[in-house]
């Protein structure tokens, strides 16, 4: 898809990978305590540990975590897969998925959306309905490991669903493109 610049008043929408890594503070972190709270409210004790199991689960899930956000970009806005690209960000350490073709508005938000709600909400949801501790932790760990893309889908709240969204290629974010006539 083209998008035509003339016809289009385009409106920052991303902030820096630093930003984007204390919006996860911000917005992940109150989400993630939730569920955590969650679990010791209705089983009374949530036990944790540390080994370096853990750390591999967290490292493969931060690589899943951004290949959901391409799946999501790639379903809901038609995008093959070379239209994607995949990196990391050396002075932050932030990985990126990059959507490098415009994309309706509301599929931009899907694939933003996608990696809390499969990697995060819904296994802390999972985890405090079967009281499996392990499975509430790592929801809450990709919850905040979300919050920047909440941060994101925030900061898109008040775009209408006839803007398109081009992704931002060095930033966290995009820019919106809105049609000359809702300006």
């Known amino acids: 898809m083209e998008v035509s610049q003339t016809s289009y008043h385009r409106i920052d929408r991303s902030v820096s990978f630093a930003q984007a890594n204390l919006g996860a503070l911000v917005f992940g972190a109150p989400l993630a305590l939730l569920l955590l709270l969650?679990?010791?409210?209705?089983?009374?004790?949530?036990?944790?540990?540390?080994?370096?199991?853990?750390?591999l689960v967290v490292i493969v899930g931060v690589i899943i975590h951004e290949g959901l956000h391409a799946a999501g970009w790639m379903i809901a806005g038609r995008l093959p897969l070379n239209a994607i690209k995949f990196g990391l960000n050396v002075k932050t350490l932030s990985p990126f998925a990059h959507a490098k073709q415009p994309l309706p508005i509301n599929a931009?938000?899907?694939?933003?959306?996608?990696?809390?709600?499969?990697?995060?909400?819904?296994?802390?949801?999972?985890?405090?309905?079967?009281n499996w501790p392990l499975v509430t932790s790592f929801g809450a760990l990709f919850t905040l490991i979300a919050g920047g893309d909440l941060l994101i889908l925030w900061l898109l709240r008040r775009d209408p669903a006839t803007a398109q969204v081009v992704d931002h290629p060095d930033r966290a974010g995009c820019e919106v493109w809105l049609p000359a006539n809702n300006s």
């Open 38 to 55: 969650g679990h010791l409210a209705v089983h009374q004790s949530l036990t944790l540990s540390a080994s370096w199991e853990a750390l």
């Open 108 to 130: 931009y938000r899907f694939g933003t959306a996608l990696p809390c709600l499969a990697l995060g909400i819904m296994p802390g949801l999972i985890g405090i309905a079967g």
